[in-house]
């Protein structure tokens, strides 16, 4: 049971347009949030994190947005670049316990010239 | 950068034969954890620990067990390694409990087991 979903295993937008990489989540226990990137032969870094208390967070060009009554969250990257190029994942949490994540399954990004 | 190593990287073993991956870290940070990612599963938790001789299972913990008898060090055993235990196997950190954050990635030890 997946319980963290990302329905598009790929997107491809243009360099300077924006990306919307989209996440879905079915456990309402969930409170924390977070987008990590992976490149190829590299472990995933953190990008952003939300609370479930707030609907938006916003870094640079990195903005997260939760929509808690539709357990759905989007990563925005505006402008998009092409060493933002890379897998994404969703992560979800339950704040106190352990900080065990639990992912989706990626959506690959490539931005193109 | 945090300070996590993994090793080896790369493994190619027989089906049957025991491996163990290492992870190193200089954080001293209280909780280690460590992930496989697979196409279409993203990455899944296999075995955490959160102190010294202190582990828990993860949501894949079948065919794997691990230690921790010092601070920096988490290793994780495959007894018997089968086909379905390839894989790239990630180590990760944290702080620990009232850390609201991010975990700190290794860079991977990719597993082939024939």
């Known amino acids: 049971d997946q319980q963290v979903k990302q329905n598009s295993p790929s997107l491809s937008v243009q360099e300077g347009r924006i990306s919307i990489l989209n996440c879905d989540y079915t456990n309402s226990m969930f409170d924390y949030f977070l987008w990590y990137k992976k490149y190829p032969a590299e472990g995933p870094t953190f990008l952003i994190s939300?609370?479930?208390?707030?609907d938006k967070n916003e870094d640079g060009r990195f903005t997260v947005f939760l929509n808690k009554s539709a357990k759905h969250l989007s990563l925005h990257i505006v402008p998009s670049q092409p060493g933002d190029s890379a897998v994404y994942f969703c992560?979800?949490?339950?704040?106190?316990?352990?900080?065990?994540?639990?992912f989706g399954t990626g959506t690959r990004l490539q931005v193109t010239l | 950068d945090a300070g996590i190593t993994q090793s080896p990287r790369h493994k190619v073993t027989e089906t049957g034969t025991p491996v163990t991956l290492r992870c190193h870290q200089t954080?001293?940070?209280?909780?280690m954890y460590w992930y496989r990612q697979d196409p279409g599963h993203g990455l899944r938790l296999i075995h955490y620990s959160y102190g010294v001789k202190d582990t828990d299972k993860g949501e894949v913990s079948d065919g794997y067990s691990v230690s921790r008898s010092k601070t920096e060090d988490f290793l994780l055993t495959l007894e018997s390694a089968t086909s379905s235990q390839t894989s790239v196997y990630f180590c990760?950190?944290?702080?620990?409990?009232?850390?609201?954050?991010?975990?700190?990635f290794g860079e991977g030890s990719r597993l082939t087991v024939l």
């Open positions: 992560a979800a949490t339950v704040t106190g316990t352990a900080s065990k994540l639990t």
């Open positions: 954080e001293n940070h209280r909780y």
């Open positions: 990760a950190i944290s702080p620990g409990l009232g850390y609201t954050g991010e975990l700190f």
């Open positions: 939300i609370s479930s208390i707030k």
